[in-house]
Every structure is written in structure tokens, then in C-alpha cells.
């Protein structure tokens, strides 16, 4: 099966701008891989902030957005608040079986 | 309200069985795909299998695949996880998860293996 993969960990100020990427080992991520990104909080569910590539649930806030960007899919946040900092993981879809990235840790300082 | 409540999760020697159950309520469980993940402890996400609306369509992940069964009963809108000849590296949290956009995600179960 594909590996999928994220930077471990990235750092961005209060305010700042910072994008995550998830590029897969069979080459260009396309939006036929349908990326999702999700939020893990320490003890707490994963939440859906991204769906097919770019699409936003109600409850994602307005500084998230999803793209595809170099080839991969990319998770990008304008105007990062302390309470971003979280572990993001995408996912992709390989016409059924899904892979999971490793996780990006996200510390916001 | 949506909810995904996981069961059959516990202490179980390498080798053996379990069966996981995810009862679903507050959404029209049987117009979905339905997926199970798990985490290992400190880890990331990692898929494990999906099921499609009727049951008639499977994928594993390959480190399952020919231990592990997914099936669904959509008349009791429930999903169950078979796990056989179980190893220490599928020690995890293991959560149903389902909806349109993966939505909809159970708290989960944890499963250890240990002698």
C-alpha cells in the first residue's frame, strides 16, 4: 500500500501563516484521492476540517483551507491561534483503501 | 445526535481473538461506508478496513489483511471488527468512524496484546 506523508512537526507564530503538506509515494496527489485533514487535540476524537481536497464542515474555522499545491495536498492556516496547536493528519482514498499520513505536529509560538 | 460507541475491546494473549462491535445512532447508518481506525498509544492514525452501504465491497489495510474481518447489520445499524491470530503491534484504540466525509467518530476501544 502507499505511504503518505506529512512533516513530523512545524511551528508557527500567533497570527502567522503556515501550510502543511501530505504528498503520497505513487506520485501527484490529485483530488481523486479525495484528501481529508483532520484535528487530534491530546484525549480528545479526531475532527474533520477538510474533505475532498478544499470542501469545510460548518464547524472549521474560516483561517483553514485545503489545496493541492506542488503535487500534493496541502492544509494551509492564516492567522494561527493558540488553540490550533493540535496534531493534523491527512488522509487519502486509493479508489477504496485509505492511507493515513503520519501526523504534523503543530505547535503554535 | 450522532453517536458511535465502540465495545469488545480488552486484554487478549498474541494469537488470540476478539470481536469488536460499534453501535450507531443518530444518522442513517446504512447510506454510509463505515470504516474502523485505530491508534496505537502515543502514534498516529492508522486505517484498518471499510465496508461498503450493503456489506458487499471490503478493503483492509495490509497489516491486517487475512486476520481481520469487517461486516455490518444494518438492521441493528452496527458494525463489528473480527480480529484473529492477534500480534502485540495491533495493540491500539480502535474507533468506527463513518458519514460522508468521516464525520462521525466513536470514542473507541482500546485493545492490548500481552502475554
Known amino acids: 500500500q502507499a505511504v503518505v506523508t506529512q512533516e513530523p512537526s512545524l511551528t508557527v507564530s500567533p497570527g502567522g501563516t503556515v501550510t502543511l503538506t501530505c504528498g503520497s509515494s505513487?506520485?501527484?496527489?490529485?483530488?481523486?484521492?479525495?484528501p481529508h485533514w483532520f484535528q487530534q487535540k491530546p484525549g480528545q476524537v479526531p475532527r474533520t476540517l477538510i474533505y475532498d481536497t478544499s470542501n469545510k464542515h460548518f464547524w472549521t474555522p474560516a483561517r483553514f483551507s485545503g489545496s493541492l499545491l506542488g503535487g500534493k495536498a496541502a492544509l494551509t492556516l492564516s492567522g494561527a491561534q493558540p488553540e490550533d496547536e493540535a496534531e493534523y493528519s491527512c488522509?487519502?482514498?486509493?479508489?477504496?483503501?485509505?492511507?493515513f499520513g503520519g501526523g504534523t505536529k503543530l505547535t503554535v509560538l | 445526535e450522532v453517536q458511535l460507541v465502540e465495545s469488545g475491546g480488552g486484554l487478549v494473549q498474541p494469537g488470540g481473538s476478539l470481536r469488536l462491535s460499534c453501535a450507531a445512532s443518530g444518522f442513517t447508518f446504512s447510506s454510509f461506508w463505515m470504516t474502523w481506525v485505530r491508534q496505537a498509544p502515543g502514534k498516529g492514525l492508522e486505517w484498518v478496513a471499510n465496508v461498503k452501504q450493503d456489506g458487499s465491497v471490503k478493503y483492509y489495510a495490509d497489516s491486517v489483511k487475512g486476520r481481520f474481518t469487517i461486516s455490518r447489520d444494518n438492521a441493528k445499524n452496527s458494525l463489528y471488527l473480527q480480529m484473529n491470530s492477534l500480534r502485540a503491534e495491533d495493540t491500539a484504540v480502535y474507533s468506527c468512524?463513518?458519514?460522508?466525509?468521516?464525520?462521525?467518530w466513536g470514542q473507541g476501544t482500546l485493545v492490548t496484546v500481552s502475554s
Open positions: 505513487t506520485g501527484t496527489v490529485t483530488s481523486g484521492h479525495r
Open positions: 488522509l487519502l482514498s486509493y479508489s477504496g483503501p485509505w492511507v
Open positions: 468512524v463513518g458519514g460522508a466525509a468521516a464525520d462521525y
